[in-house]
């Protein structure tokens, strides 16, 4: 196995006694003002965070479980007590009295206020006894805190990923707080030695379902979720680990799921996928993922480019399911604003004159309120008396610097017809 980054994992931490805590005056549901490694240039390293679960790491030292006020979760850690200012008292400031900047890190770029992304309350997700993977697809949510991260990182095939968020794996799996994955039919497992038994048995190379696209290296599968249950679960639980929102990963019925893959001649290696309510009448999309070694190179833009293409055999226009994480609201954001830049572009070049908002979101399948909501972030304004947009080259050759694209010609699918129970399958 390769692994370029593999801090320890943490595996024989423990749970500290009360009498081990007593000694420190940190206590959990309190703030704090605790060093993080992600402030911004021109602000203090000391930010307020709440400590959420406390234990025993291998040396024995005392650690604390910390979210960071106006973070991400996924910046979530452990941490040792000498990263904590015990000295000095948490002042939190109102709205109104607070900085302009107030957005959460890693959304700083754009105004997020059109759409909501925060997430589902820690209360949607699920009990350890309810995590069992053979219950996922018809479990009802339940309350339970579930804010800390209960797995340290996966080895998934050869990839050593830190894991960003709690998801439901069984309590034996998450006790472990390093497991195995493997890359092609997506069982768990925990030990190493397990793993490997499995990497000698199985002989699957590719997600179960139909290939509905393959251009070069990349394919893509159309899975159900009715059909293919026990992937689909894994997919669940595997992308739970870097999804922080929507209840609709424990029930897979009413979805179907696109596999991205890129091969080669050992099999094809899952990049990412969406999923897609099967009998929605606005989504085009329900839920989207990049794992964590293939994101920020254009994989993502493909998948929300393939959900559009999808859209448009359908004849359906739509938009994707609320609410957007930060990164999926940044990824839309960017595939929208190339988008529509190329359409006005073009229809600027070839007819002049005005354009829609309907005639947008005809042309590109976008929603209309998006196209609206992508045209305010683009710099809609007035310009003599008329609304307009200004755009300019940077803009253009932006919309036109696309790293990957759907090639239309090579997508092979037909929208699949479901009976109304949503149970039997027909194609
Ligand atoms: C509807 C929903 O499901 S919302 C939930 C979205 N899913 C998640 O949050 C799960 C975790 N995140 C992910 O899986 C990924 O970050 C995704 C799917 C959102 C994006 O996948 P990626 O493969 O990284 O996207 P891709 O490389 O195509 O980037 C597209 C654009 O989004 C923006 N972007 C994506 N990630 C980031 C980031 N970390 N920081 C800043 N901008 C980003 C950039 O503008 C980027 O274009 P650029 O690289 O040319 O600047």
Not at 10 to 25: A, R
Not at 33 to 45: A, C, D, F, L, M
Not at 220 to 225: K, P
Request: proline residues 4%; contains cysteine.
């Amino acid at each position: 196995m390769t692994n370029d980054i593999c801090p320890d994992s943490g595996s024989s931490t423990s749970t500290p006694t009360d009498n081990e805590l007593q000694e420190h005056e940190i206590t959990i549901n309190n703030k704090y003002y605790v060093k993080t490694k992600y402030h911004r240039k021109n602000e203090s390293p000391m930010q307020i965070a709440e400590v959420l679960a406390t234990r025993l790491n291998k040396d024995g030292n005392l650690e604390y479980y910390v979210h960071f006020k106006d973070f991400n979760k996924r910046l979530d850690e452990w941490v040792l007590e000498d990263r904590i200012d015990t000295s000095k008292e948490v002042v939190e400031m109102k709205l109104s009295e607070s900085s302009p900047c107030t957005t959460p890190r890693d959304l700083t770029e754009f105004d997020n206020s059109f759409f909501s992304t925060s997430s589902l309350d820690e209360s949607e997700s699920l009990t350890q006894a309810e995590c069992s993977s053979q219950s996922l697809g018809v479990l009802e949510k339940k309350p339970i805190k579930s804010r800390v991260k209960n797995l340290d990182a996966i080895w998934f095939g050869e990839h050593y990923l830190q894991t960003w968020y709690f998801s439901p794996y069984p309590q034996e799996y998450t006790e472990a707080r390093v497991i195995y994955i493997c890359e092609f039919c997506l069982n768990h497992f925990i030990s190493e030695k397990q793993f490997e038994r499995h990497c000698k048995k199985c002989t699957i190379r590719h997600p179960p379902g139909n290939e509905i696209y393959r251009d070069g290296e990349i394919s893509f599968f159309e899975i159900d979720g009715v059909r293919q249950t026990t992937y689909c679960q894994n997919l669940s639980l595997l992308s739970k680990l870097f999804l922080d929102h929507k209840s609709l990963y424990y029930d897979l019925i009413p979805f179907m799921f696109y596999i991205m893959c890129r091969s080669d001649a050992y099999g094809f290696h899952i990049i990412g996928y969406f999923s897609k309510e099967k009998n929605s009448v606005e989504h085009n999309l329900a839920c989207i993922l990049t794992l964590p070694h293939f994101q920020r190179q254009g994989y993502g833009r493909l998948l929300i480019e393939m959900s559009y293409e999808l859209a448009k055999i359908e004849n359906k226009i739509g938009t994707p399911e609320k609410p957007f994480s930060d990164l999926g609201l940044l990824s839309y954001q960017k595939y929208w604003q190339e988008i529509i830049i190329e359409v006005l572009h073009r229809y600027h070049q070839f007819h002049g004159g005005e354009i829609t908002i309907e005639e947008i979101s005809e042309k590109t399948y976008i929603a209309q309120r998006d196209v609206l909501y992508t045209l305010h972030t683009l710099g809609i304004g007035s310009y003599q008396g008329q609304t307009a947009i200004r755009l300019t080259d940077a803009m253009i050759v932006m919309s036109k610097n696309k790293k990957r694209r759907i090639d239309r010609s090579k997508l092979d699918w037909t929208p699949p017809v479901f009976t109304y129970n949503q149970l039997r399958y027909t194609k």
